[in-house]
């Protein structure tokens, strides 16, 4: 069965740092998304993405923050300068074209820790 | 805005007890709801949706309810076993000009213990 597939597992980085968090969605979707989950708190809504452009940002989402599908296949959330509070789970989710089902599909999560 | 409220866990309970996972929302309009679960070290799946009012959503022996009059969808299963023990999300997807963001609870986790 298709899935949704996220890399690293586990991110461990320094304050300042640029990071880039990588999502396969499955392959006929059209639709992609990125959300987080602090330890203990709700998983928020940051970004999601139709047709090579952002379709609708978080507040979270500042300029910080960019998403890119570099190919046919991948996902990327970019984040420039990390921050200690940037500490979260990010999962990536994919939608099939509309009209079939409404369903996001999510992978396993990328665990990141900011020292 | 929309927001949604669980039930905070973990829920610990033995094999076979009734499971009911309080859920209720706050939106405009008409959402659909659902619930994923999330295993350990796994992703976020879907579990049941409901997609308009009085619906009910079931799978593997879980079931919920879409009252819109309580605003609520709690979650419930007969008898549950160790294998039922995860995070279990409780969301809502409003429409909305983008791409349909989910909106979810804080994540209720239970433990099933023999």
């Known amino acids: 069965e298709p899935e949704v597939t996220q890399t690293p597992s586990h991110q461990v980085t320094q304050m300042g740092q640029e990071v880039i968090l990588r999502c396969v969605p499955i392959s006929n979707h059209l639709y992609f998304y990125w959300y987080r989950q602090i330890l203990g708190q709700k998983v928020e809504f940051l970004v999601s993405f139709y047709n090579n452009e952002i379709s609708e940002k978080s507040e979270i989402f500042d300029d910080q923050f960019s998403v890119e599908r570099p190919d046919g296949s991948n996902f990327t959330l970019k984040i420039r300068s990390t921050k200690l509070e940037d500490s979260a789970m990010y999962f990536c989710?994919?939608?099939?074209?509309?009209?079939?089902?409404?369903?996001?599909?999510f992978g396993p999560g990328t665990r990141l820790t900011v020292l | 805005g929309n927001s949604v409220t669980q039930m905070e866990g973990p829920v610990t309970l033995s094999e076979e007890a009734f499971l009911t996972i309080n859920c209720t929302y706050t939106a405009t309009g008409y959402p659909s709801l659902f619930w994923y679960v999330q295993y350990p070290g796994e992703g976020l799946q879907l579990l049941l949706k409901a997609t308009k009012a009085d619906d009910k959503g079931s799978n593997k022996g879980f079931e919920a309810t879409y009252r819109k009059e309580t605003t609520s969808f709690h979650l419930e299963k007969g008898s549950v076993q160790v294998s039922d023990s995860a995070v279990y999300f409780c969301?809502?997807?409003?429409?909305?000009?983008?791409?349909?963001?989910?909106?979810f609870g804080t994540g209720t986790q239970l433990k099933v213990e023999l």
């Open positions: 989710a994919s939608r099939p074209p509309a009209g079939l089902v409404d369903e996001q599909f």
């Open positions: 969301a809502l997807l409003r429409l909305t000009g983008g791409g349909n963001k989910l909106t």
